[in-house]
């Protein structure tokens, strides 16, 4: 230092001013007394700001930044020079008009001289510092969404196992519980023929036992439905026709309940490959559970559509276990049954499908038929989906299924 | 006359109720056999009409001992009517039986009467 000081005034300032000019931090100095013009401007300084000293110098924030931001630093400036002692901003943003935002780390100190005191500022641009850490955290967030939807696809994954090994299971408990049955069944008819008919009691347990016993059968059956992967017999067939059929078989619930029927239909002669049988049961179960869903309503009303459609975009649904078979752009067949009943409650949503899963009444319903039916979609390589209607209450169902003119899936 | 009727099947309690429920009427006569292995002499030494074959048992399944059967020239050409609890009447077609060839198929749990009419369309075909 000594060695500097000896120099010129001269040399001194030049070098002074080649140090301040090299540091790599911004340095600047306001006279305070003289409305806070600036008197210093570094190389860094003119970097950072994107304003040259020679635009600087003599002039004040109000001259050189947008009015908002001159005012916050002349708070801070007569905090500073208020206080009289060192203070740091750690992090700031200031709008160069230039430059854009840059983010500051700030220290400004007064530095008081006879009756001047100049306020000296020196910053650190650490945007780059702090865009990193943006990014960082945006990537952070798109890592725990991710690995959200991961927990979610393996929660998905442990359900659909759970449905496997049941449909295993199935089978064997579907014999166990059928020989019984079929025990019992003799045993009923054995004693219902060599019994005094004079009792009244005694025909209408007998029939009580009976119906027991079938009931019991079909919750057996279904589960045997849904477990075993059984050849199904598909054939090509006209889905407006198809579902016309199936209208004609509910037409007696359909009138009980006096249910209007709008239909939609346009397919333009694309057909579908089905086991009309199968495919029939699908159909009647879904309406039979539009039917029973308005029962308290007043103008039961339910809205079939039939469409073709080519896939704009291949989207799994939420409780969507299993791959589609679908790709962009196939050609599908959509059937679509609306009703304006009760709809279903949020929560109960992702669990319809799932087999024993019933919000009816004990006796009322065995909680298999739409696990079945979506069983039965699948071995059409098809797709199945229920949500609520959005506006109004009631259910939306829409199977997908492959079309034949176009492509040939399995 | 009477029908003679051999029924296989390991659950005892069922055979015997097969047994109780088609002889109330004198309608037909009845053998019972519980052991799958046993089946073939049980058959020869009884030479039924029609015979009541379980599929799943233990030893030696419905199936092979049908397969049995057809290498015994007095037992090929005596009717089985197949009966499990692995399928569904859905499957096994109209009227509760599907036909396959000379065999039958019928689901359990069944009743008696099903069972009768089963038994007298294939003896009137037999």
């Known amino acids: 230092m000594d060695k500097l000081w000896n120099e010129s005034l001269t040399n001194q300032a030049q070098i002074l001013g080649d140090i301040l000019d090299n540091l790599p931090v911004a340095l600047f100095a306001k006279d305070v007394s003289d ?24 002039r004040n924030d109000m001259d050189l930044f947008s009015t908002e931001s001159a ?51 020196i910053s650190e641009d650490i945007t780059e510092r702090i ?38 299971l199935a089978a064997g408990v579907a014999h166990e519980v059928k020989n019984p049955l079929a025990l019992l069944l003799l045993g009923v008819d ?40 059984r050849q199904i017999r598909k054939e090509p067939a006209d889905p407006v026709a198809l579902f016309e059929k199936v209208l004609v078989l509910i037409r007696h619930e359909l009138n009980r309940r006096s249910v209007s029927i709008d239909k939609f239909f346009s397919t333009d002669g694309v057909k579908i490959k089905v086991d ?42 939420e409780g969507d276990r299993t791959a589609t078979h679908f790709r962009k752009g196939d050609r599908v067949v959509i059937f679509q049954i609306e009703d304006n009943g009760s709809g279903i409650k949020e929560e109960d949503l992702p669990r319809v499908f799932d087999p024993f899963f019933t919000t009816k009444a004990t006796g009322m319903g065995t909680g298999l038929g739409l696990s079945v039916v979506r069983k039965i979609v699948e071995l059409h390589q098809g797709r199945i989906s229920l949500h609520n209607r959005s506006t109004e209450p009631g ?12 492509t040939e899936l399995d | ?33 519980n052991d799958s292995r046993r089946a073939v002499n049980t058959a020869l030494a009884f030479m039924p009409d029609v015979v009541l074959m379980d599929i799943v048992m233990p030893g030696m399944d419905g199936g092979d001992v049908v397969a049995q059967f ?31 060839l000379s065999q039958m198929v019928l689901p359990k749990p069944v009743n008696i009467q099903t069972l009768k009419r089963c038994l007298k369309k294939v003896l009137g075909a037999a």
């Open chain 1, 131 to 168: 865009r990193g850490k943006e990014q960082l955290m945006l990537l952070n967030k798109n890592l725990s969404e991710k690995n959200k939807e991961l927990e979610i696809t393996q929660q998905q994954l442990f359900q659909a196992e759970k449905l496997e090994s049941i449909g295993r």
């Open chain 1, 35 to 58: 409305d806070y013009r600036f008197v210093l401007w570094n190389k860094k300084q003119e970097q950072v700001t994107t304003i040259p000293r020679e635009r600087a110098l003599g």
């Open chain 1, 190 to 229: 054995y004693l219902s023929s060599g019994i005094d008919p004079a009792d009244p009691n005694v025909n209408v347990i007998l029939k009580e036992m009976r119906d027991a016993i079938e009931r019991a059968d079909k919750i057996v059956r279904g589960l045997l439905d849904f477990s075993s992967d």
């Open chain 1, 395 to 406: 259910v939306i169902v829409q199977i997908i299924l492959p079309g034949i003119h176009f």
């Open chain 2, 70 to 100: 057809q290498s015994y020239p007095e037992l090929k050409n005596i009717p089985v009517i197949m009966m499990t609890a692995l399928m569904s009447p859905d499957e096994a077609g109209e009227d509760g039986f599907a036909n396959s």
């Open chain 1, 276 to 317: 009309q049988g199968k495919f029939e049961q699908v159909l009647i179960n879904i309406l039979m559970n539009a039917i029973h869903a308005m029962d308290s309503v007043e103008n039961p009303r339910i809205k079939l559509t039939i469409r073709v459609d080519s896939l704009s975009e291949v989207s799994r649904n």
């Open chain 1, 71 to 121: 005012r916050y630093f002349r708070e801070i400036d007569e905090a500073v020079v208020r206080r009289g002692k060192l203070f740091e901003i750690p992090e700031e943003i200031v709008d160069t008009k230039a430059g854009g935002e840059v983010y500051l780390r700030t220290v400004k100190v007064p530095v008081v001289r006879e009756d001047r005191i100049i306020l000296v500022g």
């Open chain 2, 1 to 33: 006359m009477a029908y003679k009727v051999l029924t296989v099947d390991d659950e005892v309690f069922f055979t015997t109720l097969i047994k109780m429920n088609l002889e109330k009427e004198g309608e037909f006569i009845v053998c019972v056999e």
